[in-house]
């Protein structure tokens, strides 16, 4: 596995998001940047970009990044959306998505019509297989996150909408809080889902307040987990994982 480098402390959360993401499925696929480069049309530099958060990849080649590492595209294409938006609200500082270096005109319509197909039938799969980069990133935790999400899973899949935000009731079950929108206690957050609906409602309950509870980790929500981590004595990541999910569940 590469050691990245860190990325720009300036970089929206969402935007960093969607990178760490991005950089956990180059992990698991065991590619290099110029075999990313052959599979996918896009060039290694344009990938070099991507993973260290100096441009925003177009929503095509974050789908081909899916593909070729053999995940469900549709989490991954959500968190695009959410950082899609946040780099759009600065638009000096943000550069213009790359286009995609092919070999010629005819090979990249071929491409885009072939892949076009291919996530046309992933999505319309994806409710058969889990993203492996969720809860651990290795896809053997899948059947706990089921057992741990039953209240996420009745309320279905999650779909972000702009400014839109959740009531929150936090109630003491079985000796842990909980406000209704998740079960888990060991997922990794990524977002944006349920799971992050449930942490921010928790944060509010604990006094830190996330700001609006919207199911995407912001800068608000990422400060408010600092401030909880550091007033339970944790590392402050910023990072909702086991250790600060029994802190919020308390």
């Not at 469900?72 to 695009?80: G, I, T």
């Not at 929108?181 to 942490?199: I, K, Q």
């Not at 987990?225 to 909702?240: F, I």
Request: hydrophobic share 40%; with cysteine; aromatic share 6%.
């Amino acid at each position: 596995m590469p050691r990245w480098k860190a990325l720009p402390s300036s970089l929206d959360e969402r935007v960093r998001n969607l990178v760490v993401q991005m950089r956990r499925l180059k992990d698991r696929s065991g590619l290099s940047l110029a075999s990313l480069q052959i599979k996918t049309g896009y060039s290694s530099s344009s990938w070099e970009r991507y993973l260290s958060g100096r441009a925003l990849p177009p929503r095509k080649a974050v789908e081909e990044l899916a593909r070729v590492s053999g995940v469900d595209p549709a989490r991954l294409l959500v968190l695009h959306e959410v950082a899609e938006e946040a780099w759009n609200q600065e638009p000096a500082a943000a550069p213009v998505a790359d286009i995609p270096e092919t070999q010629n005109a005819r090979r990249r319509g071929v491409l885009i019509g072939v892949c076009t197909a291919v996530v046309v039938g992933v999505v319309l799969a994806g409710v058969l297989f889990a993203a492996p980069w969720k809860d651990g990133g290795d896809g053997k935790n899948s059947a706990t996150a089921a057992r741990h999400n039953s209240a996420s899973a009745s309320r279905g899949a999650f779909a972000y909408k702009a400014g839109k935000t959740y009531p929150c009731t936090v109630r003491r079950e079985s000796g842990r809080l909980s406000a209704g929108y998740s079960d888990t206690r060991t997922a990794l957050l990524s977002g944006p889902d349920w799971d992050v609906v449930e942490a921010q409602c928790l944060l509010g309950y604990h006094g830190f307040d996330p700001g609006g509870v919207d199911g995407v980790i912001g800068p608000k929500t990422t400060r408010a987990v600092k401030r909880l981590q550091q007033k339970a004595g944790l590392p402050p990541d910023g990072v909702v994982g086991t250790q600060t999910w029994q802190v919020l569940r308390k």
